[in-house]
């Protein structure tokens, strides 16, 4: 354990330094706070479009459920974008340079190693979505209504719960490829094959995007679940994180 914690403070360390925290952070508190923003002014700014009158009187007005759903699309489609980037290269990377054979060494447990890649990641994310979490449940506040907060925390911990399978899923190509070119190639690829299983209807409620509607529903005060969703995103999390274990457990590294 001590290890682990050790390892995962240079993890963090290095999210800092890289500033790679800073971007996530910046990039979902924007789309946190313009979501709500964006769902109030969409029919002003369709009266600029020529016969946009006309347009704008076929929209019904704003709610709070816009807002949401505004909210819920944007961060969860570039939190993806940012999973993708922020871990493709998180071991193919120390494997190109050498680094992670010099660490392991030590010794460093592999586990310990990809454990604490994971869990900075995850810290990252959650911090970047809580972040914008509360400038979009304030926006939302001063432009519409005000939400239930406890239901809005259970749809930032539902959206973070999708990243992470995004993140697990790249660590595991980012720990079985040698180049992080290889290893973008496999997650994007995994990202395609996930967005066109979820077009089968009788998979859709199963697979990891049903957790987004099911928290812009939550938000809202809507009632259905989507607990096989819930289910299969966390065992793909955990199949990930162990199928790269034991990939990268049996690489030579040097």
Not at 55 to 61: R, T
Not at 139 to 156: E, G, M, P, S, V
């Amino acid at each position: 354990m001590s290890i682990f914690l050790v390892m995962l403070r240079k993890e963090l360390l290095a999210q800092w330094r890289s500033y790679r925290l800073l971007v996530v952070v910046v990039v979902l508190l924007i789309f946190g706070l313009t979501s709500p923003l964006v769902a109030r002014l969409t029919p002003e700014l369709l009266k600029l479009l020529p016969e946009g009158e006309t347009i704008a009187g076929l929209v019904p007005p704003p709610t709070t459920a816009d807002a949401v759903a505004q909210y819920v699309k944007n961060v969860s489609q570039f939190g993806v974008i940012l999973a993708l980037l922020m871990t493709v290269g998180a071991v193919a990377q120390e494997k190109e340079r050498g680094t992670a054979a010099l660490t392991l060494v030590k010794p460093v447990p592999r586990l310990a190693f990809l454990g604490a890649k994971f869990a900075a990641l995850g810290l990252t994310f959650a911090i970047g979505i809580a972040v914008a979490g509360l400038a979009a449940y304030y926006y939302t506040w001063i432009l519409f209504d005000a939400l239930d907060a406890w239901r809005w925390a259970a749809l930032n911990g539902l959206m973070l719960l999708f990243v992470l399978v995004y993140v697990a899923l790249t660590l595991f190509c980012s720990a079985a490829s040698r180049s992080q070119v290889l290893a973008g190639g496999l997650a994007i690829g995994w990202a395609i094959l996930l967005s066109a299983l979820g077009a089968i209807p009788a998979l859709r409620e199963h697979l990891p995007g049903q957790l987004l509607s099911w928290a812009a529903e939550l938000a809202v005060g809507g009632s259905e679940a989507a607990w096989s969703a819930l289910a299969v995103s966390c065992g793909l999390v955990v199949a990930a994180f162990v199928g790269a274990w034991g990939i990268f457990a049996r690489q030579e590294l040097w």
